[in-house]
């Protein structure tokens, strides 16, 4: 079975699907139909393969720009597989409790293209830090001397890049809560600065609404996801363990995607309750587990989202920001020396951004698109194929 997105070859895992034997790494189905159990089984593989490639990866490169985009890539393959898995099965799809299953995935696929609009207003946020930061890397960057005049200038956009940053933090924790300390800022004279810097962030085009809730729609997204019983397996074909598979494949992306990118709302309380007889369940469990910690961290509990660059912005920002508080003119070679190697380490995540946010943001597209596309197919199919 092969798909057309790119990464999607079989070649990638050096042999052929059909050629593996029949190991432990998936969930039995209880049913005598060989070739249908094979090509479940297959399936669940696949999705044991392509995620347990995104598991292996340090802590360096877990939630970059890079990571994410591999994450997109695993989701649109599984889809794709998924979906000729259904056509493959056209008979089943109209009758109980079939019907039921797919219409359950589909209505939470539709909650998932709410959170790609999200997202792709998060990397609006970050595009607004990227423009602040290549103005502080204009200032320090390929300048033989550093004189006070530079020093001012990265200053002035350090100064906006965390206003900036703080208040997509506000977003990030809760959108009501935002409307409200826009309101009360009003109030103070000595809040103005932070006042109009909230009034630019509030003035760009958001496409989900101002109650809209990354956190409730996850919630929503996840409810009911349950095991399928062995009478559903069976009236099924076993086409409810594929069901039950892409559904937590479709969970565990989107909730990725509000962890490590600035959205309204953000949450990560959503639990994936896997049995272990699904191998690629436990894969899953333990990239969760990973992100968790990796937000339990004490530098990244006020951080807008868990992205690697986010991070690095945060972190490189914030040293600059102490150490030019504290240079005194002219600069001596020492602090001069430090401040170089820290704005080399902002230009590298700059550039992560500036070459990896745009591709990033086509597949966020694409996956909207592409979940668009086959909810329209699989339920045309189904029509044709009850008739």
Known sequence: MRTDYQGSSLANFGRSI?????????HSVDHETPNQDREIEAFQRQVTQRFHDLSVVDSHELLSVYWISKLLDVFLCCQEEFKAILFNNKSFLSKQPMDKLISDYFERSVKGLDVCNAIRDGMEQIRQSQKQL????????????????????AKKGFIDLTNGMLDVNESCTNSTNLAHRNRSFGRHQKDSQKDKSLKRFRSLSWSVSRSWSASKQLQAIGNNIVVPKANENIATNGLAVAVYTMSNVLLFVMWALVAAIPCQDRGLQSHFNIPKTFVWGRVIHSLHDRILEEAKKSERKNSCGL?????GIEKSARFLNELTDSIQFPIGEHMEEEIRKQVEELRIVYGGLKNGLDPLE????EVFHRIVKSRIAVFDSSANGSE
Do not use: F, W, Y
């Not at 059909?18 to 998936?26: A, E, F, G, H």
């Not at 320090?140 to 550093?146: D, P, S």
């Not at 992205?307 to 991070?311: A, F, M, Q, S, T």
């Open 307 to 311: 992205l690697r660059e986010i991070h």
């Open 18 to 26: 059909l050629s593996m034997k029949r190991d432990p790494v998936v």
């Open 134 to 153: 290549e103005i502080v890397l204009c200032a320090l960057n390929n300048q033989k001397t550093l004189g006070e005049a530079q020093i001012r200038r």
């Open 362 to 365: 086509k597949q966020v597209r």
